[in-house]
């Protein structure tokens, strides 16, 4: 579909808060689920962006992402009144119950954006990690802090909240709370921390994948992660049978 962008800013050197209008016909998305945005005429792939919030009564998605390549520093330079080409929402996405015991959101970096919209959906029933290498380098903070019951913040320099790593700081509310679930996006080493740290807590474990995409609908396989336990490993595509994941099923 076509879509419209409403605002593009910079939350911080190197990051982009893109808010564009989409079809009144669109379907409404999870957390986790992403789109998959054209990036001009000359690039021929699209690129990923997970879903960072939306407003379904104003029809507004919005995708907060780090530009480094051609594509995201395409998308970076938009401005009000441009047209995009975007698919979506695609994937599969985080689950989110808001009755009965907190939800544990745990992000990492650029793994943030996503856990926004969890943290809405959830509705004040999660608490929240957030781990970045450094205060300056933040996102969505305060944002995520308004949403959450309970927000801890953790750095690798110690310049914001305490000075460890996420997985850390996971380990220690598991050991306080009971919750419902984890739900984790982040580097893959941080996602394959925290699963590790839910599993040896017995609370179930949901993580979200990011592979090099190029068709975002199942057709290419240029995704593909191994997965599988006692029946024996597989593969399975991120774009279409993730990008979340059981961290159970994941073979780090």
């Not at 808001?98 to 999660?126: K, Q, S």
């Not at 790593?165 to 984890?182: G, I």
Request: charged letters at 25%; hydrophobic letters at 45%.
């Amino acid at each position: 579909m076509t879509v419209t962008v409403l605002s593009n800013e910079n939350p911080r050197p190197g990051a982009a808060d893109l808010r564009v209008r989409v079809d009144a016909s669109a379907q409404r998305p999870r957390a986790g689920q992403f789109a998959h945005i054209a990036c001009g005429d000359a690039l021929l792939l699209r690129r990923p962006i997970s879903l960072c919030d939306c407003d379904e009564e104003a029809g507004v998605w919005r995708f907060v992402f780090e530009y480094k390549g051609p594509g995201t520093r395409y998308l970076a330079a938009r401005k009000p009144g441009d047209t995009l080409d975007l698919l979506g929402p695609l994937g599969r996405g985080f689950t989110c119950e808001p009755e009965g015991p907190p939800t544990l959101l745990a992000g990492g970096g650029i793994g943030v954006p996503p856990l926004l919209l969890a943290a809405r959906r959830l509705t004040g029933a999660a608490h929240a990690v957030l781990g970045f290498r450094a205060a300056p380098l933040a996102v969505l903070t305060d944002e995520l802090a308004s949403l959450c019951a309970r927000t801890a913040f953790c750095s690798d320099d110690g310049s914001l909240g305490t000075r460890e790593f996420t997985d850390a700081v996971v380990r220690r509310l598991l050991a306080e709370t009971a919750y419902a679930r984890v739900l984790a996006c982040g580097p893959r080493p941080m996602l394959r921390a925290v699963a590790e740290a839910a599993r040896a807590a017995g609370v179930p474990c949901e993580v979200s994948l990011e592979e090099r995409m190029a068709c975002g609908v199942g057709a290419c396989l240029a995704c593909a992660c191994r997965v599988g336990r006692e029946a024996g490993e597989t593969f399975r595509r991120v774009c279409l049978d993730g990008p979340v994941f059981d961290a159970e099923t994941v073979v780090w």
